[in-house]
């Protein structure tokens, strides 16, 4: 019985993480309560405050969630293009790139981080985490392409502003991945 209660409140611990990514896209960090937060994970408010004591440690969270996320895509894409052809590499990290700016919701998330990390030091870490990754899978898909005209902050740049863009228009997935291929082809 015991195993099974924490299994699930690590189970609401993280859906409340992943419904807050939602939220914050919806209407922004300052636009929801821990009761909302609750209500759309499916969990009581005190479940909520029991993992995160208050909303601005939940936000915080959300965030590192949001970080640790791009962190590992970006990981996996970066090992799985260095075997196969160049070919399956570039597929691989635009695939990954769709999943790191592509998501409406994840998407939205991120520009949020971005505006709340000049308040907030632990969404700060977060959101250099998030470029960082994104850099790198960016510097990694010029290498493969040998593709240099454009650094790869240059390129995040360009590529973030396109993805919000296309997320909060609900593109599809398959209009970013060919935003991207536009994107690496034209340099």
Known sequence: MTANRS???GSARGETLARVWGLIANGG?????????????????????????NRERLVDEAFAALAERHDAI?????????SGTR??????????????????????AAAELRVHATRSRAARESAESV???????????????????????QAVDLLDAAALRLAVRHQSPENFRVAIRRHVNSQ
Request: positive net charge.
């Open 131 to 153: 470029a960082d990754t994104c850099r790198s899978v960016v510097g990694e898909l010029h290498r493969v392409t040998e593709r240099t005209m454009t650094t790869p902050t």
């Open 74 to 82: 970006g990981r996996v894409a970066i090992i799985s293009s260095r």
């Open 87 to 108: 070919d399956e590499a570039r597929t691989t990290l635009v695939y990954a790139l769709h999943h790191l700016w592509g998501e409406r919701t994840i998407t939205l």
């Open 29 to 53: 960090v300052g636009a929801f309560s821990i009761r909302d937060a609750a209500i759309a994970a499916g969990v009581s408010s005190g479940t909520v405050t029991h993992h995160f004591v």
């Open 7 to 9: 299994t699930t409140r």
